[in-house]
């Protein structure tokens, strides 16, 4: 017997586990000596217990016949095997080795296995194939290389088999998890009343683990398909004659998404490389991410002028543009202006709650982590698709309106103004996504009107208010001092509950002068010398602090008004007795008597004073001083407040000539004992309301009483006073404060008078 014959002839024992001791450490020592004999070895032992445990479970031929297959093809010309294989198929073992555990069932059938006999004819075929692979030319390798116009394909590279393994876990995950989709959905619908939130929320975390698993299964599938790409493409035999180039390869680069084209503050570049502090002007290309953590706010850009605008605490990820635009919103807002799309490539934002699915439109996207809250979508212009992730259902969002995909929250499409019509009695509401910064001048542009600081100071730096009740928004207009010289104009329009900068800075201000070069007034301190005029529709603007002054000399004298139909300033000059214009005087407009009531607070000319708006006239009534002080107008008693400084004082515009009068109140001295705070009327409770921080104090004309309003959520106190930035909004029956350029936009309202 020849030594190869005497090796498999051992092998074949030893797979039957009949070796005595001196035959074993014969094998043993050939397995030792011979790497590629002990690999032989090892594979036909792996399949060898495959067979008996199929010899053992007649119930389950398939499994064995697909395990016999593989294995089959894997040992072609393995006559060793195919020899043990047929001596185990004809004579199949009463028991299972003593190293292995037992796993045969109870109360197995013995005696004939009906698929014996294909497996023994399969057995056969096998010793052929054996037989013409033992005749095939060794040297067949070497045969295909000098055939002419053969190539060899590389093998897979290791980063393709990691690929597939990858895929197919991530295929496992999505299949177990939609599997636990389906039966969140059949609980769901079994729910009990007050079972059916905690099933909702269970159904909706599900829901997004799967899409997550989904977007990372596409990922997988996608660097699989390139890993076989670059496996099966064909390498080119190099010319002998020529010397491979010493130039480095350019890598291969993705399409480029979008631009980054401003950042403010601290925003985050996210890609597959790592993170970067972005400093704008970078280019975006598939899978990369955005992050604004902070304060900041960023922009970007597409090739075809759709812009997407992200606020603070932002995270925007895994950007596309296959199929149209896609990207997943994380959190945060979002404001994007997106240009007409081709119908079957929309633009789409992806959410944790839902899918937004936009053709061309003027929109904004808030999405909140708490499924109760969700993803609020709202439109301006054109209309939007919004689909919940929980469930099949959508809803097509006009302009005007929004809608909600959360937890609880019915899927339609309302007024976005409804937001805070439909507040709770004696409730505070934050608007999310209403930071007035995000609509402010890029201050590389306007180097110029930067003071102390930039846009936070249209706020902050003693400014005010009035509420445009035709335009339903309220006007905000700021600065002055050396803090900052921008005089531009921004209104919150309620309607659609977004700020818009109504005008841009003069480039180059006149600081110290009354007007600016262009004609346009020059940024000030505005106090409470702000009121809307509402026949014809105008802003009001009177006194203040005037940017680059040092003192209070010329310090916004001119009235100003800016019509609204054209966005333009005008110098009225008046006739008549003219107020000095003194800060902070107060003012307000009483839309019976077509007149601005002004507080004069300038020592040397103190008064109440009228300006007639149809006869562009002003009129002094009384020499009386105020100072720091906030006035009213109780449009149904035709009373003109004027509250601060501890006292409450009134006139009656009804009267030919008003005079002062002093009302002894109860309940609110805490309140009236400040100064700077923001005070209008509600006619919808018939009550004098006053806000400076923490709770709201409301004055019954009536009864004289105060009442102390503490409802959770108050913003707090400011700095440098509220002002004009508290107002009464008919249109929803509440009222609005504006704290800071990089805070959201508050209402409150009132509860219900008893």
């Known amino acids: 017997m020849s030594d190869r014959s005497r090796l498999e002839y051992l092998l074949g024992k030893a797979l039957g586990a009949e070796l005595d001791a001196g035959e074993e450490a014969e094998l043993l020592r050939a397995l030792e000596s011979d790497a590629s004999l002990a690999a032989e070895f090892a594979r036909d032992a792996r399949f060898h217990g495959l067979l008996s445990l199929a010899l053992g479970e007649e119930q389950n031929p398939d499994r064995f016949e697909r395990s016999l297959a593989a294995r089959l093809k894997a040992s072609q010309g393995d006559t060793a095997f195919l020899r043990s294989l047929e001596a185990k198929i004809k004579d199949p073992p009463r028991s299972r080795p003593s190293f292995r555990p037992s796993t045969r069932r109870k109360g197995r059938a013995g005696g004939w296995r009906p698929w014996l006999p294909p497996l023994i004819a399969c ?332 846009t936070e100071f249209v706020i902050d730096s003693w400014s005010g208010g009035a509420f445009d009740p035709r335009g339903n928004q309220l006007i905000l207009w700021g600065g002055g001092v050396t803090n900052y010289h921008g005089n531009e104009l921004y209104a919150f329009k309620v309607d659609s509950l977004k700020w818009e900068r109504l005008t841009d800075p003069t480039p180059n201000p006149a600081d110290g002068r009354q007007v600016n070069g262009d004609g346009t007034p020059n940024s000030r301190a505005t106090y409470n010398g702000l009121a809307c005029i509402t026949n014809p529709d105008r802003l009001f603007a009177l006194g203040g602090y005037m940017a680059g002054t040092t003192t209070n000399v010329e310090a916004g004298n001119s009235l100003w008004t800016f019509d609204f139909a054209e966005k333009r300033w005008k110098e009225p000059n008046p006739t008549g007795s003219r107020p000095p214009a003194g800060f902070p005087s107060a003012c307000s407009y009483d839309p019976l008597t077509r007149r601005v009531w002004w507080c004069e607070a300038t020592p040397s000319a103190p008064g109440l004073y009228s300006y007639d708006c149809d006869k562009n006239l002003w009129v002094r009534h009384t020499s009386d001083l105020f100072n720091l002080q906030t006035s009213a107008v109780d449009t149904r008693r035709g009373l003109l407040f004027i509250v601060g400084n501890g006292e409450v004082v009134a006139y009656s515009l009804r009267e030919k000539n008003p005079t002062r009068k002093v009302w002894t109140t109860v309940g609110g001295d805490a309140f009236i004992g400040q100064n700077q705070f923001g005070l209008d009327y509600d006619p919808a409770s018939d009550r004098i309301v006053g806000w400076h921080g923490g709770p709201v104090y409301s004055l019954n004309p009536e009864t004289r009483a105060w009442t102390v309003h503490a409802a959770p959520g108050a913003p707090a106190k400011t700095p440098n006073g509220i002002f004009g930035r508290w107002r009464y909004v008919p249109s929803v029956k509440a009222f609005i404060a504006v704290t800071s350029v990089d805070e959201n936009v508050h209402f409150f309202k009132l509860p219900t008078p008893r």
């Open 123 to 454: 057995a056969g075929v096998l010793v052929g194939i054996a037989l013409v692979f033992s005749l095939r030319p060794a040297n067949r390798s070497s045969e295909d290389a000098a055939r002419p116009g053969s190539s060899k394909r590389p093998e897979s590279p290791p980063e393709r088999a990691k690929a597939e393994e990858e895929r197919a876990q991530a295929e496992e995950r999505v299949s177990r998890l939609q599997e636990q989709e389906k039966r969140a959905a059949e609980a769901l619908k079994a729910a009990t009343d007050d079972l059916k939130r905690k099933a909702e929320e269970a159904f909706l975390d599900i829901a997004r683990k799967r899409k997550e698993e989904e977007e990372r299964l596409a990922k997988l599938r996608q660097a699989e398909e390139e890993a076989r790409r670059v496996a099966t493409k064909p390498v080119p035999e190099p010319a002998v004659e020529e010397k491979p180039s010493l130039a480095p390869k350019r890598p291969e680069t993705q399409a480029v998404v979008a631009k980054l084209e401003h950042v403010a503050g601290e925003v985050v570049l996210a890609s597959s490389s790592g993170r970067a502090v972005a400093k704008g002007g970078e280019e975006l290309r598939a899978g990369h991410g955005v992050e604004v953590p902070g304060g900041g706010k960023a922009r970007l850009k597409y090739p075809d002028g759709t812009w997407v605008e992200l606020g603070p605490g932002t995270e925007l990820k895994d950007l596309r543009s296959e199929g149209g635009k896609r990207s997943h919103l994380v959190k945060g807002h979002v404001r994007a202006v997106v240009t007409r799309q081709a119908k079957d490539q929309p633009m789409v934002f992806a959410t944790p709650h839902g899918d937004a699915t936009v053709l061309g439109t003027t929109l904004r996207i808030v999405v909140d982590p708490d499924p109760r809250k969700g993803t609020r979508l709202d439109v301006d212009e054109g209309k939007v698709r919004l689909t919940r992730s929980i469930d099949p259902k959508f809803v097509e969002v006009p302009n005007g309106h929004y809608a909600v995909a959360a937890t609880g929250i019915e899927l339609i499409a309302r007024r976005i103004s409804s937001i805070v019509s439909g507040m709770a009695p004696n409730s505070w509401m934050t608007v999310s996504g209403t930071h007035l910064r995000e609509v402010a001048p890029d201050a590389s542009k306007y180097p110029q009107v930067r003071g102390i600081a930039n």
